[in-house]
């Protein structure tokens, strides 16, 4: 039973295959020996009709919508089938290759043995044919492949589809195959898998397929033929030249030799026709004489021996190449152009968008392990780059052994934080035949990744250093000067928005290269204006005698620019990195100093700015202050109250030990709900009061706590003030209410209501059913203000 087989294979979304009813195409046969079948099968192809007596299956809902979608479509650039079609192919070449080098015997003898592909036309079938001697499709395959498990990037496609009506992107997205029906009306496919039958796959995009049992078609040996009957309006697919022409264009990079079945003209000498050349001295008249007699005199010199000949044109067949696979990655870098580096990126990840990526670095690496590699950074992050980063190995570099390919799925080759490249790696250092598992535990493998890094790090920088944006504020003599640079205008900051996370999870990630990474950070900062920056050029603004990096880290820049941290420092012209994305706060657990200079978060305890100007006086003269207060603070865990070195026109701050988090680190931890209590106490900051000894509010503070110590009046406003600090700080306060209840009470008192002033008792109005629309009617505006006070 091909449905219970189906859902015990299929990993997921394994559907019973539903049958249709047996209808299709319904023709009553009582047709019974071989010969009556072929005739069967062979009218079916002409009525394009499918075969009565296959099994039926309907497409997956999606899959079906897909391809109502494509063959409706007014997408004017039908040539991608092809593209698809070859790039199908070269996959299937690509895994029974690998399959042969664990076991020779997979390859089968003779031609079935060659890795190739073959294009056949038939114009009066009106039938375009390629073909593959790859590793074909078992009957579960087909049902399985082509209609009855939609790909994850299905439903993703058909959404893009109805918003672009672009096509192009087909082969991303996992479905390119349905793209035959931009231009084919009914599609076979036979398929011969070295595990099962050949079988023959059908279908005319009408919501069903059907599959049976070849016994009609000359055997394949292994692999797959696709059979497009061509649209009317297709009729150009037909023609040689625009096949030539197309597979050109698209086979440029695939490394499987493609031959079309081209036809040529040539000349053939045949024994000439007694009968033809009379016939030709008859109608050629007078003119012939001439000719007539040098053929005598030939002939007289000829032996009457020799029959007579002639040239004629004849047309034959025969395989042509169309391809040479010279590996692009093989070639020297210098031989190749940049617009050559841009297809190959194209057609290596099926991105036939006009983005051009936005970088590559095409390499040899020498010594022990031995490997050649190309690497791209694409014009866009895919949209999931983040998301499952850490459960997820997907890797984008493609592994070849000495040409062979063997896997795009080689997590091993390039770090998490790198998975945003492109691009692959051949390497002669590696054992071919062994199974992937044991590839995969390769000591090599380490020295490859390590190279990878690297060179991938430095073409990161060199888009930095290659764009003049980056210097600006840079000498002359430093920018490097290339004819191409409008092009390269922005490109940094452009590659910053779309990969600058990684750069930071790279930071966290890799001890080795963090330094490396943090030259490629980028940031705004109370001097960027509103540009990024690097650390490089804060060093080179930093003050005289100024030993830290500052940064501060929050929700905004907005509401940084606002912060109390920044009023001295601002003041004094030193320079504060806002950080405000999350992941910040981790990075700059991790990133401890840079170039020899530490960093220092501006919220945090332990800010020098410039020489320590708190005399010893003004700590004696706030001494009493200082030590009620901590007093009174005991249960909010304030580890200090001191003087602040930090603040300007803002009565106090409450700033956390060094170590522990910060208010905004505080905020996230919070947010995660899945981070336990007991750690969020533990790390959380010990909190500081720092408090601004020239401020009016402390001033008089210090006067009424050296007076009245114990007056509750003073004791509440103190609380009041530390809890707005707190706010103000970028906590968030544990009891919002008690806060608010501060607040109103002050609010009284500046509106002289007194203290124990008590709320009006409400009205004990009974609860009526009257209409809502009579209340409003009767009321009118008049309704409102007794409403609002009633909420009140
Ligand atoms: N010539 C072929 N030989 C063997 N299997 C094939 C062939 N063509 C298609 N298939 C199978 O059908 C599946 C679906 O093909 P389809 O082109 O829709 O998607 P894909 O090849 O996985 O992705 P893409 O569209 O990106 O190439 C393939 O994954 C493959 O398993």
Sequence with gaps: DQGKKLQANAKEGAVDPPKVEDNIGAVPHGLQTDSDVVKRESDSISSRSLRNNAEKFEFQAEVSRLMDIIINSLYSNKDIFLRELISNASDALDKIRFLSLTDKEVLGEGDTSKLEIQIKLDKEKKMLSLRDRGIGMTKEDLIKNLGTIAKSGTSAFVEKMQSTGDLNLIGQFGVGFYSVYLVADYVEVVSKHNDDKQYVWESKADGAFAISEDTWNEPLGRGTEIRLHLRDEAQEYLEESKLKELVKKYSEFINFPIYIWASKEVDVEVPADEDESSAEESSDGTSSEEGEDEAEKSEDEDTEKKPKKKTVKETTYEWERLNDVKAIWLRSPKDVTNEEYVKFYHSLTKDFSDEKPMAWSHF?????????????????????????????????????????????EFDELLPKFLSFLMGLVDSDSLPLNVSREMLQAHSSLKTIKKKLVRKALDMIRRIADEDPDEFSGKDEKDVEKSGDEDEKKGQYTKFWNEYGKSIKLGIIEDATNRNRLAKLLRFESTKSD??????DQYISRMKSGQKDIFYI?????????????????????????????????????????????????????????????????????????????????????????????????????????????????????????????????????????????????????????????EDEGVKQTAQLIYQTALMESGFILSDPKDFASRIYSSVKSSLNISPDATMEEEDDVEETETEPETKAGKDGADAEPSDLKDEL
């Design 364 to 408: 040899t690496a020498e010594g022990d392990v031995e490997f050649k590699a190309v690497l791209f950074v694409p014009p866009k992050a895919p949209h999931n780059l983040y998301q499952s980063y850490y459960n997820s190995n997907k890797s984008n570099l493609k592994l070849y052994v000495r040409r062979v390919f063997i896997s795009d």
């Design 530 to 535: 509103g540009k990024l920056t690097s650390l």
């Design 553 to 709: 880290t929050g929700i905004s820049k907005e509401q940084l620019e606002k912060s109390p941290f920044l009023e001295r420092l601002k003041k004094k012209n030193y320079e504060v990195i806002f950080f405000t994305d999350p992941v910040d706060e981790y990075l700059m657990q991790y990133l401890m100093d840079y170039e020899g200079k530490q960093f220092q978060n501006v919220s945090k305890d332990g800010l020098k700015i410039g020489k320590d100007s708190k005399s010893k006086e003004l700590k004696d003269s706030f001494k009493e202050l200082t030590k009620w207060w901590k007093g009174t603070l005991k249960t909010e865990d304030v580890h200090e109250v001191k003087i602040s070195d930090r603040l300007d026109n803002t009565p106090c701050v409450v700033v956390t030990s060094k170590f522990g988090w910060s208010a905004n680190m505080e905020r996230l931890m919070q947010a995660q709900t899945l981070t336990d209590a007991s750690k969020q106490a533990y790390m959380r900051g010990k909190r500081i009061l720092e408090i601004n000894p020239r401020h009016p509010i402390i001033k008089e503070l210090r006067e009424r706590v050296v007076k009245y110590p």
